[in-house]
């Protein structure tokens, strides 16, 4: 007999293309995976993948077993929905993509509260860039996604929280007394930025390119895919970066780092809640959305 927690591996790994990425979001170690779909192999009597430039790809046979899992894997969730809503429990799984900056200062407390409120319900995080965050949603591991930039039009987008993002430096370095720099300034500055596929990077290149900076020629000496890791390299006194200021307030608060402004630099975004328009949101990420923007006093969508 074959149970759903198998098949939901082998699905995922055959979206993701990676047993060490189908690991990392289903939070099971990456042996244990590969026990599971060996032992899936052994009940169907056939390989399902094979190797193919890195990427572990499905044979003949486990394309033919995929189409069938997955329809039966969408009957599943939809029957615990069904029976979530009969019972008004939420006894089942959020699995919740998070871009690397509201993750670090904002979706922590929220999530510890909706689990106070919803004690049966299950969140499962997946923290990346935006760009991750998407390709889990489009391959179907992800149920809710909320990231740092307007998404593709694959997704349904609800705007949620506006945040601000700002240039800084350690208090030591001379252009913390500046007062204002001008864009041209940042050619000469030691740069500590997120890394390519990042939001933050996205919308702050977009910005500065407007006026006038060619942005490959910044002296960007380190990229970090963490936005705590910048702030603490920038704090210990080297280089100067672009964070949310929302991420940084009680440093910014207590001296450790200084916000520099920069002539004609002005960058405030909207984080997005997003999901796939292909697939409805779940009952438990409805419940997830109203939860949260309630608790920050935005409206709630009706198509939520």
Same mark, same amino acid.
């Given at each position: 007999?074959?149970?759903?927690?198998?098949?939901?591996?082998?699905?995922?790994?055959?979206?993701?293309?990676?047993?060490?990425?189908?690991?990392?979001?289903?939070?099971?170690?990456?042996?244990?995976?590969?026990?599971?779909?060996? +032992?899936?192999?052994?009940?169907?009597?056939?390989?399902?993948?094979?190797?193919?430039?890195?990427?572990?790809?499905?044979?003949?046979?486990?394309?033919?077993?995929?189409?069938?899992?997955?329809?039966?894997?969408?009957?599943?969730?939809?029957?615990?929905?069904?029976?979530?809503?009969?019972?008004?429990? $939420?006894?089942?799984?959020?699995?919740?993509?998070?871009?690397?900056?509201?993750s670090e200062y904002i979706i922590p407390t929220l999530i510890a509260e909706?689990?106070?409120?919803?004690?049966? +319900?299950?969140?499962?995080?997946?923290?990346?860039?935006?760009?991750?965050?998407?390709?889990?949603?489009?391959?179907?591991?992800?149920?809710?996604?909320?990231?740092?930039?307007?998404?593709?039009?694959?997704?349904?987008?609800?705007?949620?929280?506006?945040?601000?993002?700002?240039?800084?430096?350690?208090?030591?370095?001379?252009? +913390?007394?500046?007062?204002?720099i001008e864009p041209e300034d940042l050619y000469h500055i030691d740069l500590v930025m997120r890394e390519m596929n990042s939001g933050?990077?996205?919308?702050?290149?977009?910005?500065?390119?407007?006026?006038?900076?060619?942005?490959?020629?910044?002296?960007?000496?380190?990229?970090?895919?963490?936005?705590?890791?910048? $702030?603490?390299?920038?704090?210990?006194?080297?280089?100067?970066?672009?964070? #949310?200021?929302?991420?940084?307030?009680?440093?910014?608060?207590?001296?450790?780092?200084?916000?520099?402004?920069?002539?004609?630099?002005?960058?405030?975004?909207?984080?997005?809640?997003?999901?796939?328009?292909?697939?409805?949101?779940?009952? $438990?990420? #409805?419940?997830?959305?109203?939860?949260?923007?309630?608790?920050?006093?935005?409206?709630?969508?009706?198509?939520?």
């Amino acid at each position: 007999m074959i149970d759903i927690s198998k098949l939901k591996t082998f699905v995922t790994v055959a979206d993701l293309g990676s047993f060490s990425k189908a690991s990392e979001i289903l939070y099971i170690t990456q042996p244990a995976v590969t026990q599971q779909i060996k +032992a899936l192999e052994k009940t169907i009597g056939a390989k399902l993948f094979q190797r193919q430039g890195g990427k572990m790809c499905l044979t003949e046979e486990g394309k033919r077993i995929y189409e069938i899992a997955k329809l039966l894997l969408g009957s599943y969730e939809g029957l615990m929905e069904e029976i979530a809503k009969i019972k008004k429990d $939420l006894k089942d799984s959020l699995f919740l993509g998070v871009s690397a900056t509201p993750s670090e200062y904002i979706i922590p407390t929220l999530i510890a509260e909706f689990h106070r409120e919803f004690p049966s +319900a299950t969140v499962k995080i997946f923290t990346g860039n935006s760009h991750d965050v998407e390709e889990g949603l489009i391959s179907g591991v992800l149920n809710l996604g909320i990231i740092e930039r307007e998404p593709s039009g694959k997704f349904v987008s609800v705007p949620w929280l506006e945040d601000e993002i700002v240039f800084f430096t350690y208090p030591q370095n001379p252009i +913390a007394d500046a007062g204002e720099i001008e864009p041209e300034d940042l050619y000469h500055i030691d740069l500590v930025m997120r890394e390519m596929n990042s939001g933050t990077r996205k919308i702050v290149k977009e910005t500065l390119e407007k006026l006038g900076i060619v942005f490959e020629k910044l002296n960007i000496k380190i990229e970090a895919n963490n936005s705590r890791t910048i $702030l603490h390299i920038v704090k210990s006194g080297y280089g100067s970066s672009f964070l #949310s200021k929302g991420l940084m307030i009680r440093e910014i608060e207590r001296g450790q780092v200084v916000p520099v402004k920069i002539k004609g630099f002005k960058v405030k975004r909207r984080f997005n809640i997003i999901y796939p328009k292909t697939s409805n949101i779940t009952f $438990l990420a #409805s419940n997830f959305v109203k939860f949260i923007m309630s608790k920050t006093q935005e409206n709630i969508p009706e198509h939520v």
